[in-house]
């Protein structure tokens, strides 16, 4: 069946470092692909998403390009927050399915 | 905006005991679905449900079963509450029709089964 595979974290960064959480997918034909995150006491949001091979999401400074090649769709910020600390999922959905595939989760923390 | 509400954040319950978590939208959407958070496993969903009275099994639907009368509520029920089943609950719903892969969560459900 479908899969999502996620960089094991914890990823803890100091404050304007550069982020990559890494995300690869498996899955039958052609996936729409998903960055949510969860703040800590809060439920997961969108962060972030595409529909096909070669979108680019972005949102609140942060960007993920849908690669076919190399099944990927990588999380990436130039400088990260210290509000940006949170759980941060990778997550596919396919063939007009709303029943999301989820990755397990990588949390990052950031250091003032 | 969407709002997604989980009757309550923090639940303790003994082994055996009924549990029910509710859970209510207020944006007319078509699909709601119940998943389980745990460290190191991330999201896994137990059931969903595409419309009033449906429901469709997840990846883990034992020890649970759902209920949808009306539909903005999605209750999800365990009938005897297992140590096992202590966990982070989150309900989520979603427009439908055509599938956008927006789904709006709720705040979670800690439940702890002793």
């Known amino acids: 069946g479908d899969s999502v595979t996620q960089m094991e974290g914890p990823v803890t960064l100091s404050e304007e470092a550069f982020l990559t959480i890494n995300c690869t997918y498996t899955a039958t034909g052609y996936p729409s692909l998903f960055w949510y995150v969860q703040y800590p006491g809060e439920g997961l949001q969108l962060l972030l998403k595409?529909?096909?091979?070669?979108d680019k999401g972005s949102n609140k400074g942060f960007e993920a390009t849908y690669r076919k090649e190399t099944t990927s769709f990588h999380l990436e910020k130039g400088s990260v927050q210290v509000s940006d600390s949170a759980v941060y999922f990778c997550?596919?959905?396919?063939?007009?399915?709303?029943?999301?595939?989820f990755g397990k989760g990588t949390k990052l923390t950031v250091n003032p | 905006d969407v709002k997604v509400t989980q009757s309550s954040r923090y639940l303790v319950k003994r082994t055996g005991e009924k549990v029910f978590l509710e859970c209510v939208q207020d944006?007319?959407?078509?699909?709601m679905f119940w998943y389980r958070q745990d460290p190191g496993l991330g999201l896994r969903l137990i059931y969903f449900?595409?419309?009033?009275?449906?429901?469709e099994k997840g990846d883990i639907p034992e020890g649970y079963s759902v209920s949808r009368e009306k539909k903005e509520r999605f209750s999800l029920i365990l009938e005897s509450a297992s140590t096992n089943q202590t966990s982070m609950y989150l309900c989520?719903?979603?427009?439908?029709?055509?599938?956008?892969?927006?789904?709006?969560f709720g705040e979670g459900s800690r439940l702890t089964v002793l």
């Open positions: 989520a719903s979603s427009l439908g029709q055509g599938g956008t892969g927006e789904l709006f």
């Open positions: 997550a596919l959905t396919q063939g007009g399915s709303e029943k999301l595939v």
């Open positions: 449900s595409y419309d009033v009275k449906m429901k």
């Open positions: 944006m007319d959407h078509e699909n």
């Open positions: 595409a529909t096909k091979a070669d």
